[in-house]
């Protein structure tokens, strides 16, 4: 089956040592998005690709970065986590960047920071 | 960004019809109205989608007021695993900005 894939699911990091969390799509989607959520909280959007296009949200910190590889695959880069950035990372796709376009979501990487 | 407001939370009862009730009184023209839920441990998953008129899947019913201020998902049997965060999402340009949502609880 088509799907979003997410590896980690777990992934424990020590404060300020920096992480990668990876995303990859079988669906050929163009658009790739990265969502942070806290315990409790809802999703919140850190930024998109639009293809190779980046597309960042104005109030996402700058420790978080992205990378875009190729269509498939889509990274989180985290440079020095701290304990505020304990979280449920979840990757999602898109078709088209349309408002009518559905998003499929992966089920997430838990992270902890120690 | 138009903003939504949905309940904190809802029970239902198994078998029973559940009407979700999302206001979204400054929503614009070209606002779609988008339902998505998020199941313990898992990520969100898209539910129905609508513009001005009502609309059917095999998951649910979205009821879309003439004026477009409110919008209610209807699930016309609830089973014990919709019991889950249901979020109303106002979506331009497939930016989707998630709302606190409804915490659905289905009895036995």
């Known amino acids: 089956d088509a799907m979003v894939i997410q590896n980690p699911r777990y992934q424990v990091t020590q404060f300020g040592k920096p992480v990668t969390l990876s995303c990859s799509q079988t669906l050929n989607h163009n658009v790739m998005y990265w969502y942070q959520q806290k315990s409790s909280q809802a999703p919140k959007l850190l930024f998109h690709?639009?293809?190779?296009?980046?597309?960042n949200e104005a109030d996402t910190p700058d420790n978080f970065q992205s990378r875009r590889p190729n269509t498939s695959f889509c990274f989180l880069d985290i440079r020095s986590p701290g304990l505020g950035d304990a979280a449920m990372y979840l990757c999602a796709t898109s078709g088209l960047r349309t408002s009518s376009d559905e998003q499929f979501f992966g089920p997430g990487t838990r992270l902890t920071v120690l | 960004d138009a903003k939504t407001t949905q309940p904190n939370s809802m029970e239902s009862n198994e078998e029973e019809p559940v009407h979700l009730p999302c206001n979204h009184s400054?929503?614009?023209?070209?606002?779609?109205i988008h339902w998505y839920r998020q199941l313990p441990s898992q990520g969100p998953e898209y539910v129905i989608h609508?513009?001005?008129s009502n609309v059917n899947n095999r998951m649910a019913s979205l009821a879309i007021a003439e004026d477009r201020k409110s919008s209610t998902l209807i699930l016309h049997r609830a089973t014990l695993r919709d019991a889950a965060v249901y979020y109303c999402?106002?979506?331009?340009?497939?930016?989707?900005?998630f709302g606190a949502g409804t915490r659905l609880t289905v009895k036995p």
């Open positions: 999402i106002l979506i331009r340009y497939n930016d989707m900005r």
């Open positions: 400054t929503i614009s023209g070209t606002d779609y």
């Open positions: 690709y639009y293809d190779k296009d980046f597309n």
């Open positions: 609508g513009l001005t």
